[in-house]
């Protein structure tokens, strides 16, 4: 299996950003994704914004994002 990237923050808000998250809101380091389907369904997600994530922060975030999107689309931007 290809290992995982290093990725800051930021990286992961534009790697979201392409699949329609935009961020709501802030609070200290940590901020909030969220879209919303064409059916009024609220998905959401919460990023740190760190220089660098932790691998299993990083690992948190990718299977969180699968519920959202599908992994063969996903996994091309945290493995590699």
Known sequence: MPKLKVLSGGNVIKILSRFGFKIVSQRGSHVKLRRILSDGTKQTLTIPLHEE???GTLRAIYRQAL?????EKLKPYFYG
């Open 53 to 55: 994530l932790d691998r």
């Open 67 to 71: 519920r959202y999107i599908p992994e």
